[in-house]
């Protein structure tokens, strides 16, 4: 069997990652979270002091984007890849509400989505690979063999989001919560460098009324005809 290349995309919580996961494991296919390495450079902007509330210093960033080494490494125990920034493990730190608020600010920068979408691409250039993000399906590989676009309402996102947080002891409100999900999306779909938008050979996906089993299997159809296509 050919390996293709699987593109999933869409709006922040629509359980992306989720699904992308399974389906790597599944068809034994490299999962790469374009999303955690936005969150990486958004953890180094913070902890060097180039981004708070007040003030975004992004020409420093940008200057400062050779030294921002971001790596995944495979965890046998979790069962997918966990990423590294300069060679520490910042896979749980990535995840907080605060590099949340910042992060569509640093993914709107056009040097880093130029250097992060070389370093995805080269990840993806033997195919086999399932990326999920935002420009995934439109600027990173156009030439996907199937292209996802996942939706749901905001409410629904929000109180996923916000239960997987709790479950990690983070102490946030579900206010907050929507609040953040809903500034994502207007950051992310309105920015002038490769804006959140369906590609227009994609396939959308409204999980508001699935169940991880049911979208799961949806795909993964969705998934093996394409294989079958390219194969024969
Ligand atoms: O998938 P996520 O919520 O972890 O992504 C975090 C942010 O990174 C998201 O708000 C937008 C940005 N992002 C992006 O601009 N392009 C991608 N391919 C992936 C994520």
Redesign the pocket.
Known sequence: MNKITIAIDGF??TG??TVAKSLAKHLGYVYV????M??AVTLYAMQNGLIDELSFKKDKLAAKLPQIEISFKFNDALGFAEVYLNGVNVEHEIRTLEV?GF??TI?AVYEVRKRLVAQQQQMGKDKGVVM?????GTV?FTDAELKLFMTATAEKRAVRRYEELVERGDDVTYEDVLKNVQD?DYI?STRKD?PLVKADDAIEIDNSSLTLVEQFEKILDLANKKIKTYSS
């Open positions: 922040s919580s992306k990652s979270d374009s999303g955690a936005y969150r949340s992060v569509s993914a999920d993000g935002r420009d995934i990173v994502r992310d490769s």
